[in-house]
């Protein structure tokens, strides 16, 4: 089995935050690249619930997990705002939509396809969070659940924004932004109105705005837009009917 090698990973076509973590912490997000599912799952779908050949999913898991410490922890994300304690001795597939771990070798997992998933560790490397960021989560309270169960100050972690549906394809109507205003007048900022009544919500900006409300200043990545790069990111928005990336973070 392979270990985690920046070179290896960046040669299958994913992603390596670039970011100040510690040594010991280990993250990653796939792409489409490097699987073997066809159509519109094609190639690395990690996701076992979108209707690809299961057969296809369990191989292309086989090729993500060769880059891990050990099996990842799978969660059954259901757009809330629960958050699982990863510590190794969990059996099943928990129902969270983020989860957070102080063990070594506990690789934690999300899936995304236009939603956004936040890697987060401390400066020192002795805790690490991986959230799956959709507009329902996010405003709902995901973010500050997780960052509550690390139990460090905000300005002592580091966040990573990866893979997401950007600012100029994230249309929602009028509902979506009253959600946001009601939690925090400020979020205001991170819409743009359209001639048709709808609204861009900018996904990113919300998440930095929750996540510097936290204290949590040292934000990276958030560059992404997966409905645009049709060949390297799954999009849900986009296409409907597709796979799933997987983020991933652990701790060594």
């Not at 958030?222 to 991933?248: H, I, L, P, Q, W």
Request: proline letters at 5%.
């Amino acid at each position: 089995m392979e270990t985690m090698n920046s070179t290896n990973v960046e040669n299958e076509g994913w992603i390596i935050p670039d970011w100040p973590a510690a040594p010991n912490v280990h993250a990653f997000i796939t792409t489409r690249a490097g699987g073997v599912s066809l159509g519109p799952y094609a190639s690395l779908n990690i996701g076992n619930h979108v209707g690809d050949d299961p057969s296809a999913v369990t191989e292309n898991r086989k090729r993500l997990r060769k880059y891990l410490p050990e099996g990842p922890v799978y969660l059954r994300q259901t757009h809330g705002t629960q958050v699982f304690q990863a510590d190794g001795s969990h059996s099943g597939v928990p129902e969270a939509d983020a989860s957070v771990t102080m063990a070594r070798k506990v690789v934690l997992v999300i899936q995304t396809a236009d939603c956004l998933p936040i890697l987060l560790c401390d400066q020192a490397g002795t805790v690490a969070g991986a959230v799956h960021a959709g507009w329902r989560s996010l405003c709902s309270g995901v973010i500050e659940n997780t960052v509550r169960l690390m139990n460090k100050p905000g300005e002592q972690l580091f966040a990573y924004l990866g893979p997401a549906i950007g600012p100029d394809n994230f249309e929602v109507g009028p509902e979506v932004r009253e959600e946001f205003l009601a939690k925090d007048i400020q979020a205001s900022a991170h819409f743009r109105e359209k001639e048709d009544g709808k609204w861009l919500a900018d996904l990113y900006g919300l998440a930095r705005q929750r996540l510097t409300t936290l204290g949590v200043i040292q934000i990276y990545g958030g560059d992404f837009c997966t409905v645009a790069e049709k060949e390297r990111f799954f999009s849900y928005r986009r296409d409907r009917t597709t796979g799933r990336m997987a983020s991933v973070i652990w701790l060594i």
